[in-house]
């Protein structure tokens, strides 16, 4: 896998990576960027839900559960003090449906954190991560 970022002005940037796809980053404006996009941490944040996700999406359609609706809220904590590294993620499934089975779900996001989500595995070793679901019936 390989990525590149092309630096534009201040701090933004333009990553990309082999699926060709583009994402801005900058900074906030009190360090020189002029808030146009993701901030990195933001990034890594949504890239442990966004792995975390498809998983849970993926074991929930194996299981032939009827999902109609999936929001993932991500809460995390950085230290006080330089570098802010991340203490502390919780990641929380709001999984929506017909008829959803509550040990589906569980099972769903028990295998993505402890088997499946290489980024929120990849994260266990220096940061306190949990993971949660509320499951809501579909109208």
């Known amino acids: 896998m390989k990525a590149t970022l092309d630096w534009h002005q201040g701090l933004a940037f333009t990553g990309t990576a082999d699926s060709g796809h583009e994402i801005t980053i900058d900074g906030p404006p009190d360090l020189g960027g002029e808030n146009a996009g993701f901030r990195p941490m933001e990034m890594l944040l949504l890239s442990v839900g966004g792995c975390s996700a498809m998983d849970v999406m993926h074991i ?18 950085r230290a006080e003090t330089e570098p802010k590294v991340f203490t502390d993620i919780h990641v929380q499934f709001i999984v929506t449906g017909h008829d959803l089975k509550e040990k589906h779900v569980a099972r769903a996001v028990e295998l993505s954190a402890e088997k499946y989500c290489s980024a929120s595995i990849m994260l266990q070793e220096t940061v306190n991560m949990t993971h949660g679901y509320t499951i809501e019936a579909a109208d």
């Open 60 to 77: 929930l359609k194996k299981s032939r559960q009827d999902v109609t609706g999936c929001r993932i809220e991500l809460d995390g904590t």
